[in-house]
DNA sequence: TTGAAAGCGCTAACAA
DNA sequence: TTGTTAGCGCTTTCAA
């Protein structure tokens, strides 16, 4: 490549790296043309060996149902990562062993790393590996690392808030069937039971296919695990039963009526996880106090 | 770390990389335990550069609905390369722009890639970066290279077929809202169409909102989208009208009753997958016939 | 404005 | 059985 363009294999290096100040506007010219004509890339791992970093930033997903919710996670923080010129990868923790985060950090060294904290490697360990950002999903591991908390259990205590200033005392709860989904809908309900207690609702709890059983208790509002499980149960509520689910998917979006849901986390609060993260690589003092992603009720006509 | 063992860097070099024939058994006790108390972890992109190859494989995922499919087939895959001691991660192609495959090729040079047909980068780019392995999802882009299709088209026709020869002759077809979805319903349409047009059976398309202008048609038979519409719809159902679902979602199998659904791909299947990309990268011979991941219909209780 | 050269941490061929 | 050493492709300092 060097070669090719008659120049050294520092100039190359100055003119690909965009270090203007120090190559005349011809040589740059020659150089940028070699490299087009030779289709070269550089050698990422090469550079990475040198610099003592790469530019992947891995974001290590916990084991959440695949739905809405992740989608929206993953296109807000990815997509802005990518723009911010990272090379984001996820990396699955449930897909792999108990010790799989860490392995796939010494084995690409990533610069960023967004990860749950029940699944994180020793942050000694992420930083003697070139690991300059960290942020955690769920509490911070120590003082001083941001972290961003989904909070699961405000989810039950928002839909029964919502639910009671709307004059209902008595609802029922859907919760969820299937083990990967129960440790959720466990943390969800222990925030709807509170909320009950505090605001003097009766709350019934149900698994999602006992709702006939759970009707018996002539509820007026249901409030249902996830939105797949409310728009099962709406068509066979009583006329004027209010029904709240919870992710606001694209099916509660456009159902009809538009089911009243709840949104886990916006767009803008992923992006400001990217933006934390670049911040920290960069070296730049971040505000590290934990940032709670509060679910908020998305209003429909089913409240 | 050669030091604190008291041999020489090629010594650890070759006790870490299981080359026993080398050692005795004294330095290489030695050189573990010392390994262990500096907590040593070679690094992996000095390891890459010199040998040519990384250990990571970069699945990348088309914008496919996030949902049960999608579980499944990474949880398959990822999960096998994962045992066959690669680095599996996860690119998103619609999270980041039109080329972003190829950048996170060219700066993670990984050893193997399973890519969508329409995302993969060029194959003598991918080549000159070290991509020993490269597998399709969709057609084969050339000759000789591995490809898995999930056949979407399939679904369509499996659908009418399992209804047709149960006796029906009117189906109403639940087609999904929201732009994202739109590509594969009709993908999954067409094959439905044929079928039908095929076995004498009368198709009606309505979008899963128009469920009651649909049932006005009488259809015996309704095939859905996707469980969650299906689930939706169960219960606004006239008595007896048959109801098959797709995607063979958790919801599906716990639903009272038992919902029929169709599942686009096997674990078998997935992990397929990933023995082939394997035995690409070790140089074996693979069977390049272009392997089809055909839909098959999971009996419930609602057919 | 440009070239020469050191060195990032590792592996493998060769020497001892 | 073990040590010495060249070199993977790049960036960056120093010298020209």
């Keep these: 490549m060097a070669a090719a363009a008659g120049v050294s294999r520092a100039t190359v290096s100055y003119v690909l790296n965009g270090v203007d100040a120090r190559v005349s506007e011809g040589t740059r010219e020659r150089v940028l043309e070699a490299a087009r004509t030779l289709g070269y890339t550089p050698n990422a791992m090469a550079s990475a060996l040198r610099a003592g970093r790469t530019s992947v930033v891995i974001f290590a997903l916990p084991n959440w149902p695949l739905g809405p919710v992740v989608a929206e996670l993953l296109s807000g923080s990815v997509g802005e990562l990518d723009r911010l010129g990272y090379t984001p990868l996820v990396h699955f923790v449930h ?5 799989g985060l860490q392995r796939a950090c010494d ?49 039950g205590t928002v839909a029964i808030e919502h639910l009671a200033e709307r004059g209902h005392t008595h ?18 309900l222990v925030g709807a039971r509170a909320a009950a207690a505090r605001l003097g609702v009766t709350l019934t709890e149900v698994p999602a296919n006992g709702l006939a059983r759970g009707l018996a208790r002539k509820p007026t509002a249901v409030y249902a695990f996830n939105d797949e499980i409310a728009l099962g149960a ?9 029904l709240i689910g919870t992710d606001d998917s694209p099916a509660s979006r456009l159902a009809h009526p538009r089911l009243t849901t709840i949104q886990l986390g916006t767009s803008e609060g992923h992006r400001e996880m990217a933006r934390t993260l670049h911040a920290l690589i960069e070296g730049r003092d971040v505000d590290a106090t934990p940032v709670l992603l509060t679910p908020r009720v998305i209003q429909g006509e089913t409240t």
């Design 95 to 99: 897909a792999s062993g108990p010790d």
């Design 107 to 155: 084995r690409v060294r990533p610069v960023g790393l967004i990860a749950p904290t029940s699944a994180l490697p020793p942050l000694e360990l992420l930083r003697a590996n070139g690991t300059r950002g960290i942020v955690t999903l769920g509490p911070p591991p120590e003082e001083g690392v941001p972290s961003f908390t989904l909070e699961q259990d405000r989810v």
């Design 171 to 188: 609802v029922l709860a859907l919760t969820p069937l299937g083990s990967q989904l129960q440790p959720l809908g466990e943390l969800r």
């Design 234 to 242: 709406r068509d066979s509520l009583p006329p004027g039963v209010a």
